[in-house]
């Protein structure tokens, strides 16, 4: 909230890292505007400032290197850039700034209470991610390596009664199911949701076993849009072929058409398949009813 009451006190805009640890979300916290994860829409976004503070991270760069692209987001010669981060005390960083803007005393921007209108029939990405916003209890922990798939989950999630999202911290894949493990073992008595887009999630389907094993209370929902759909974007940037030939042989995952239904059960967890709204709303009330895993296999449009 200190970093909240300084963007009210000064007029700045307090943003995250697209690829974050951890922010703390939801109705009664911080309004945060997540940068963008394309090289040329974050730093359009962050063009628009004449001073860009860091605290607590690095100064954002593009995720992958571009041949005659961009890789710095941020341009030194046109903004002032100050990096708070020679220090462990992040906190004690945002009360410095609190203190020197005077801002102790004024209203933080927070997020008002609005869940997402539920949307109806087949599933797309975008109905997933305000299906799964509007059925997330309280104090869920998000673990969201949606990809591609769950681009509008911020926006959809900002008004959720308060939770815990966690996402991807880099270009390594497959970090979704093992980081719902041990959210789930580090925090008893919270419900743990894994997005999981369906080819990170082949990297380490092990975890369904572990989570099996040790009774963890995680639902696992997969965007099974049966490819490697930002690999294919990425192909596209670089103006290379994402039709016919080896390329995209590697970024298909339809031949064969991997089964998550039956690899859950495989590791004991109990799952099902969904087409519909309707149908994934039903399977996840139950899932959240439940004690221990439980696997939705979402299929995509």
Same mark, same amino acid.
């Given at each position: @909230?200190?970093?909240?009451?300084?963007? !009210? &006190?000064?007029?700045?805009?307090?943003?995250? /890292?697209? $690829?974050?640890?951890?922010? =703390?979300?939801?109705?009664?916290?911080?309004?945060?505007?997540?940068?963008?994860?394309?090289?040329?829409?974050?730093?359009?976004?962050?063009?628009?400032?004449?001073?860009?503070?860091?605290?607590?991270?690095?100064?954002?760069?593009?995720?992958?290197?571009?041949?005659?692209?961009?890789?710095?987001?941020?341009?030194?010669?046109?903004?002032?850039?100050?990096?708070?981060?020679?220090?462990?005390?992040?906190?004690?960083?945002?009360?410095?700034?609190?203190?020197?803007?005077?801002?102790?005393?004024?209203?933080?921007?927070?997020?008002?209470?609005?869940?997402?209108?539920?949307?109806?029939? @087949?599933?797309?990405?975008?109905?997933? !991610? &305000?299906?799964?916003?509007?059925?997330?209890? /309280?104090? $869920?922990?998000?673990?969201? =390596?949606?990809?591609?798939?769950?681009?509008?989950?911020?926006?959809?999630?900002?008004?959720?009664?308060?939770?815990?999202?966690?996402?991807?911290?880099?270009?390594?894949?497959?970090?979704?199911?093992?980081?719902?493990?041990?959210?789930?073992?580090?925090?008893?008595?919270?419900?743990?949701?894994?997005?999981?887009?369906?080819?990170?999630?082949?990297?380490?389907?092990?975890?369904?076993?572990?989570?099996?094993?040790?009774?963890?209370?995680?639902?696992?929902?997969?965007?099974?849009?049966?490819?490697?759909?930002?690999?294919?974007?990425?192909?596209?940037?670089?103006?290379?072929?994402?039709?016919?030939?080896?390329?995209?042989?590697?970024?298909?995952?339809?031949?064969?058409?991997?089964?998550?239904?039956?690899?859950?059960?495989?590791?004991?967890?109990?799952?099902?398949?969904?087409?519909?709204?309707?149908?994934?709303?039903?399977?996840?009330?139950?899932?959240?009813?439940?004690?221990?895993?439980?696997?939705?296999?979402?299929?995509?449009?």
């Amino acid at each position: @909230l200190r970093a909240s009451r300084v963007a !009210s &006190a000064t007029g700045c805009t307090l943003m995250c /890292e697209n $690829a974050f640890a951890r922010v =703390e979300r939801g109705s009664g916290r911080a309004k945060i505007q997540r940068l963008a994860y394309f090289p040329a829409d974050a730093q359009k976004d962050l063009a628009k400032f004449q001073v860009v503070v860091v605290v607590g991270c690095r100064v954002p760069v593009a995720m992958f290197g571009y041949a005659d692209g961009i890789s710095h987001l941020v341009d030194y010669e046109k903004q002032k850039v100050f990096e708070l981060n020679d220090t462990e005390d992040f906190a004690g960083v945002i009360e410095y700034l609190e203190n020197k803007t005077a801002a102790s005393g004024v209203e933080p921007r927070l997020n008002p209470i609005a869940r997402p209108k539920m949307p109806k029939g @087949l599933l797309t990405g975008a109905k997933l !991610s &305000a299906a799964i916003a509007a059925t997330q209890p /309280e104090r $869920a922990i998000i673990i969201d =390596e949606s990809l591609t798939s769950g681009g509008q989950y911020w926006d959809y999630s900002a008004g959720c009664p308060p939770f815990s999202h966690l996402t991807l911290t880099g270009g390594a894949i497959g970090i979704g199911p093992p980081m719902a493990v041990g959210a789930a073992v580090a925090c008893p008595g919270r419900r743990v949701i894994n997005f999981q887009a369906d080819g990170s999630g082949m990297y380490t389907v092990q975890a369904l076993w572990t989570q099996q094993r040790e009774m963890l209370d995680i639902v696992t929902v997969i965007c099974a849009n049966q490819k490697y759909q930002i690999l294919k974007i990425e192909l596209t940037k670089q103006k290379l072929p994402t039709v016919g030939g080896a390329l995209s042989s590697l970024t298909d995952l339809s031949a064969p058409a991997i089964d998550w239904v039956h690899l859950a059960q495989g590791c004991g967890v109990k799952a099902a398949r969904v087409k519909t709204v309707e149908e994934f709303v039903s399977h996840m009330q139950t899932a959240l009813a439940a004690r221990g895993p439980y696997l939705i296999e979402a299929i995509l449009m």
